[in-house]
């Protein structure tokens, strides 16, 4: 599928939120692709989804979004089966934690039904992920690492207004199911001026901020505490590079390489739990493939060991933040 | 907290049902409560979602009411007055919206996933559904231990009911044939989703005879009839009789949640009869049989309001958790707990 | 291979059903083929599990008889009548189980877990209930796409119904209102599991009224009854009725899987009416009303046989995949694929 | 729970499977320990489960052997809540692979439990996991990275026959939720001459062979490849040393690093899918806290990123073997 990314822009000037963004990318969607619908719980009528991201969409086209009953591994399962029909559907999880119930139909069908049968299965699981403030176990979770422990499966986390456009449009376009991971603390948060003219493809990760001295590879909403910590540090002469890594999988080892190569030091960084994922598979590629560019031991952070707590005290405590990244860092240099 | 409720009603009128008074006293906790939660809420005095149960009262007293020591309450969002019903502290209310460390999970989670398990009452996760087959567990156990007498109630919406969780739940109960009632009320929206996009089914309880249930319905806006309609079906299930499915029709009569406005509701359907206020039709009762006695209503209300702002100011002036003193281990284990760099 | 049971039967004495004759004959390829599997899986010849319909052969011939080219078939594991009668090629089934690389699978998955999604015969996944709302999401979208006249049948055993993926793909299709039939077979045994172990409902047909679907039972050893029955379904479905949920009750006639004694079905059950072999039952009516003329019974079996053996043989004669060969690549999108050392 | 281990060994000089020393160590723990209860489909009867893990013990202990409808989610819900009311129970998954519709209530419910409400949730989850030839996509799965990512949870995979019995046995005992990975390729393969009187604790890997050339840290029945490759490099005089994990998590962090001081090398084997898992876990855990004790770059080797094949020529590719390993090694021991 052809896209002219923001040729229907309405935003041109004035400003744009993540949120807004993948709204707009939902509306250009819908408008240039008839084989797209939208299916998930409160997205249809006046209300538009519990975060508002498919708002006017169902007055806008009629039939096209459609509130589901409480029953994600349906969701999941029907939007598979109208995959293999033709049709690109893109499912709402209300909130990535309730994707754990669709967990079956995600992993087991859609991820090996392409392998089994030659039937392209292109469908995209929007998963509104990541903590907020006062969310607590069960609204706060990031599942990237489960999604793409096992086959089949494209996923990839936006953490800039400009890719939650332009990843979601690329996602539905894709012949292969994509979950696609936007973070909820980035929704009003992020602005940008206007929605993005071109764009990067899935599957390549971003260096943000050029440095010398430390590489931070992240991605999502603790892309934003590396800047913060990049910035910072910068005023005292050190210089951090900072990768967006934008796609989870396939996870862009290249990039990564590149930079430890000018750094000789790693930093990995994650908001979801610390045992495997997104941390210890980019640390495991350096490792093995990049030992020798390694000056000294790479390093992640990620949020503790525990379920996600709600009281905002402890949930501060529980993620890593610009203060934990900060701290992390200067070890590294310092070894 | 002064579980005033427990004493004799002195009406010399009397109530449709004998504890038609203790029951409406419950409804009214809640609704106080809850009220006194929407301005803390609108007052930015809470963090995260605040979930009422605001007409939904009089089954939800029903449901905590017939409840004694040894049973099992595993209640849901909507759940207020049969919570304090079945002894919840206005306390622990308190201390989990406002953040007290004190709270009975220590800050850990918020709102309407709080619960005293040791108490008999289940903490839900959000998952719906999946508090049914933690019940059969508890119910099974307790059978296998020797108990006897003992049942449990759950409590789901028409939009949980169509998870696969309650499904399997539901049916794994029937299998094992524990004592459990199962209150489904269909308040006709799941957050903004009208009955139509949930189910097509004629009635839901249409489901009980194909789990093997003892089905009932019930209007949950008249509080005799939620008592005597679930006070029957505890009775049912306390004497061996097959898993009860109760389903009561109301109208949620607030947000999904204090955030949420609402204004998906059809003008319509809250001319519904089954959109009147549970609260107020019981009031208007107990006005016109005098039940109660003098001022009756004015006098509870006040005690209620007594008891609630106590709460408050108790929780108000109590600490909030601090991450640097965290236990962060989330096993009983603490040795197993895996050291991760 | 010869699509021989499209062929008009030339009967004098009239069948009990207009197709009849057809259908048996889907019964009896279904039969000789599994009894070949059975020897084939004895003497070593098969990897993995192999698992057979025998006994449910009427009603898996009634599935696949009334498709129509456009119609869905979403299969089980009992289900070859169904398959072979949709056009499932012999050929197919035994480059499946004799592991040729040139089966519809090509060596990735096995036996029953084959399909050919292009020509609508879904390829089933194991997590039992999971196909459901696949099926429903077909549905949704030809109509999507604005073909019309279509349906959709899908199968499942009693077992699969109580599982919660069963429960949201039979309630979604009902709140979608898709033209699917969904035939479900008590065989009595879930593995070995009995009933009593898996439902506690007094017949499975009372789901249908919960999920708003028409209901309707049928014996399972009765093809006359099965045609008619699923033959109406079908007809409702397509003539836009709501979902249709048609249970069956039989024995399975089989061990779960050939490797299973089935040891554990107790003698009583076996002397049940449920229990008689729906093939054998045919053929004496066939017998009895002398139906397709002289010696029909004998000819048409040893057809069959022939057609069997000529998979075989060709199936046989092919080579197996090769490791070194294969495209190891899970994403239709090659460029996508993750390089992991 | 004291144990006294196969104080009832009906075992002592006959031979004993790893399936046997399975059934031995439940008729144990139902013998010594009421609270103990089996809960599954198929599991109860003469029949005694898919793999006749549970032969004879329901008849022996009548009432504690049921089997359950499939409904694997309200299976594992079930035994959160007898495990809340003071029982043991343990659940057994007739596959690893349909762990996945019950995944919510492991990760969410059992695995949050005592976090969130002080009240222990011992329940054991026995999932028959790995490859068996001619299993496929759906049967042979393995799922140890998806549960240890998650908090709460314990999570072991036996590698012998006297592991399988006594983890088992402590895993019942542990007041926390464990998921037991039992590998189905061992079951009848793996043979010991009776069952064992005393164990090695769960959280504590085992050195099964020493070396000085080369670590290989793997588990469950990749160990035994990972045997027979040090055997035969051995003849060439080259050691290695093959590190048993036992425990997925807790990982013996310790253990693995005194092994690769030793050896300064390593390679991590693994039956799972590769992205993230044990043994990318396994490499962060070497290269960020013990870099300096590695002489080489780190490898891994793991099953390849498709769904696992049904046909036996296939399957043979996708899972690693002797002879991927002994590949991989000669490639570290040349750097
Ligand atoms: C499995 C799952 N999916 C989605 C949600 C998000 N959610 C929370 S409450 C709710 C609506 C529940 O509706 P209903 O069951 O009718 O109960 P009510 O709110 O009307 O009392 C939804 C969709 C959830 N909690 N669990
Ligand atoms: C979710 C899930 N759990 C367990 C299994 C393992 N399994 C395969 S077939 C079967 C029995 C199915 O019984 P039923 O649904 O009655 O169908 P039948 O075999 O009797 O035709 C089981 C338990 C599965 N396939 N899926
Ligand atoms: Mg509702
Ligand atoms: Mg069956």
Known sequence: MRVEYARTNGFAGVSVTYLEAIREAQAHLLREDERVFIYGQDIAGKFGGAFKATKGLAEQFPGRVLNTPISEDAMVGTAIGAAMEGMRPIVEMQFADFSSVALNQILNNAGTQFWRTQIPCPITVRLPSGGTKGSGPFHSQSMEAIYSHYPGLVVVAPATVEDAY???????????????????????????????????????????????????????????????VAKDFSAKGIEIEVIDLRTIKPLDTDTVLASVARTGRLLCVGEAFPWGGVTAEVITRVATEGFHLLDAAPARLNAKDTPIPYHPNLWAEHRPNAKSIAAKARQILAE | MLQTAQRESKSKAAPPHERYLEAYRWMLVARVLEEKLASLYRGGMITGGVYLGRGQEAISAACGIFLQKG????????????????????????????????????????????????????????????????????????????????????TIGEGGMQTGASHEGLNIAAVERVPLVVVATNNHFAYSTPNDRQFACADLVDRAKGYGYEG????????????????????????????????????????????????YVPTEVKKELFARDALELAEKLIAEKGLGGDDYLKKTRAEIAAEVEEAIATAQGEDAPVGSDENWCALSTRELMDSLA
């Open chain 1, 166 to 228: 332009t990843m979601l449009i690329d996602a539905v376009a894709i012949d292969d199911p994509v979950i696609y991971c936007e973070h909820k603390y980035l929704y009003y948060h992020l602005k940008a001026n206007a929605l993005p003219k071109d764009r990067l493809p899935i599957g390549k990760a971003r260096v943000v901020r050029p440095g010398r001295d430390l590489s931070i590879v992240t991605y999502s909403a603790m892309v934003h505490e590396a800047l913060a």
């Open chain 2, 71 to 154: 049973d099992v309450f595993a209640p849901l969002i909507r759940d207020q007055a049969g919570r304090s019903a079945f002894g919840e502290p206005l306390l622990d209310v308190m201390r989990t919206y406002l953040g007290s460390r004190q709270g009975p999970m220590r800050g850990r989670d918020g709102n309407i996933h709080r619960g005293r398990p040791k108490d008999n009452q289940l903490a839900m996760i959000s998952h719906l559904g999946a508090m049914i087959p933690v019940m059969v567990g508890k119910l099974l156990a307790k059978r296998m231990k020797g108990e006897k007498g003992f049942v449990g109630l759950t």
């Open chain 2, 216 to 263: 009932s319905s019930v209007d949950g806006t008249d509080l005799t009839a939620c008592l005597e309609v679930i006070g029957a079906a505890v009775q049912r299930a306390r004497a061996g009789r097959p898993p009860q499915l109760v389903v009561a029709s109301i109208l949620r009569l607030a947000g999904h949640g204090e955030h949420d406005d609402a204004s």
